[in-house]
């Protein structure tokens, strides 16, 4: 895949040679990642936009938090990080991953509502403004238009409301509002789960330290005493989007494998509960794969430790190639991976199986590795979705299956059997 390494000397030849490992050459034509070190990365911004180019740009840097806030989009500390990060980001599938795509409810029942992800989702920042002067309020839009989508509204109320419905980027919320003022506003935002995270700068001519401590104290992202000048304002609003955007960045890769680029074990887990109260909410079934790949100590010992995580990295993109739109996937620990299937009985699901162990046939060949897996599979019903210990059960039970492929000898699928 075409990369563009921008920079010259030993770190950039290192880099190059990173990248190769993985797969990920300079080629002609747009490239689908940008990679520098922290002294080129104003040079890789400039190149990425005169490209007119979409994919990632990923720094060699000891200050990640740094870079992303200058306009990186990810960091790694040294080349094969870096390397790793690039393969990873390039490989995540292009659909919304983690409650988009679901297929329509049965009639009569309220469709799950896929949670915008601010930025990352909008060409640009959404910023909703809680104004109840009018003429203030115009104001605010003008100076944001040119950089952001606006929306406003003129009481903490509709604020609330608004927010729920557009989950906003960020809040500009004057304290002084007709009926729910700013502070009850901020508080009805934050009990929400769809508002909880968004960032709030509250506006107010009351700038004295109480007022401000209260604000802060509930919540707020920073406080801007009135009258301001339009560029502290800008400068706050974009100060506020950029360490929000570094914070969901570091979030996510709190619960990103490093190695494969899927989601690790703390968010399958956090993605199993949603799953199980989802199928038990509409009675339909959920079944789970548990993979394991076969044969990894041999493969270490006899070719080395990279040889080993190629292999793994092999299984990771094979898992990934055949996952549905509504699927999920995630690295379980070593050469251990999960898969939940929504709304698939515990047939489907071993069918499921069944492809991916084909498909390792033909990944081995172009890995030049012994790519197998064993494979175990287990489904709830949707009697069964309501249970207290759901998630557990169907956890067990596929790793009981995988078990048993393990044992019968290996490579192969097992599916447990439906309880009644």
């Not at 689908?32 to 190149?47: E, G, K, N, Q």
């Not at 509204?153 to 500009?172: H, Y």
């Not at 793994?312 to 251990?336: H, K, Q, S």
Request: proline share 5%; glycine share 8%.
């Amino acid at each position: 895949m075409n990369v563009r390494v921008v920079g010259a000397g030993e770190i950039a030849d290192a880099l190059r040679d990173a990248l190769a490992r993985a797969g990920l050459h300079e080629r002609t034509g747009t490239p689908a990642a940008f990679v520098c070190t922290a002294d080129d990365l104003p040079r890789a911004i400039a190149m990425r936009e005169l490209a007119q180019a979409t994919g990632p740009l990923v720094v060699m840097t000891t200050d990640p938090a740094g870079a992303i806030e200058a306009g990186a989009d990810d960091a790694g500390g040294n080349p094969d990080e870096v390397a790793r990060r690039v393969a990873a980001r390039l490989r995540a599938p292009r659909t919304a991953p983690a409650k988009s795509g679901l297929v329509d409810p049965p009639a009569g029942e309220e469709a799950p509502e896929p949670p915008l992800t601010g930025s990352g989702r909008r060409q640009r920042p959404l910023v909703l403004v809680v104004e109840d002067d009018e003429d203030a309020r115009d104001v605010l839009q003008e100076l944001l238009r040119d950089q952001y989508d606006v929306e406003a509204v003129g009481d903490g109320e509709s604020a609330v409301k608004r927010a729920k419905e557009l989950q906003p980027d960020l809040v500009l919320l004057d304290l002084f509002l007709p009926g729910l003022d700013g502070f009850g506003a901020l508080t009805g935002l934050r009990r929400d789960p769809k508002t909880a995270e968004v960032p709030v700068i509250f506006l107010s001519a009351q700038g004295d330290a109480e007022t401000k401590s209260q604000g802060l104290s509930l919540g707020a992202a920073d406080y801007l005493a009135k009258p301001f000048s339009a560029q502290e304002l800008m400068a706050r609003v974009d100060r506020t989007l950029k360490l929000t955007a570094q914070k969901e960045h570091f979030r996510a890769l709190a619960q990103t494998d490093g190695l494969t680029g899927l989601p690790n074990f703390r968010s399958f887990h956090a993605r199993l509960e949603e799953e199980v109260a989802r199928a038990d909410r509409y009675a339909h079934p959920l079944s789970c794969a548990m993979v394991d790949l076969d044969g990894l100590k041999e493969i270490n010992d006899r070719l080395g430790h990279a040889a080993g995580n190629r292999a793994i990295l092999a299984l990771a993109d094979a898992v990934r190639e055949e996952l549905r739109d509504t699927d999920f996937a995630a690295r379980y620990g070593g050469d251990e991976f999960v898969v939940l299937l929504p709304q698939t009985s515990a047939t489907a699901a071993g069918l499921f199986a069944e492809r991916l162990r084909r498909r390792l046939l033909e990944v081995s060949q172009a890995a030049g590795l012994p790519v197998r897996a064993s494979i175990g599979v287990a489904a709830l019903s949707p009697d069964e979705v309501g249970a207290n210990d759901a998630a557990e059960d169907l956890l067990r039970r596929a790793d009981e299956a995988l078990y048993k492929a393990k044992r019968s000898g290996r490579d192969r699928v097992e599916v447990a059997h439906v309880h009644h």
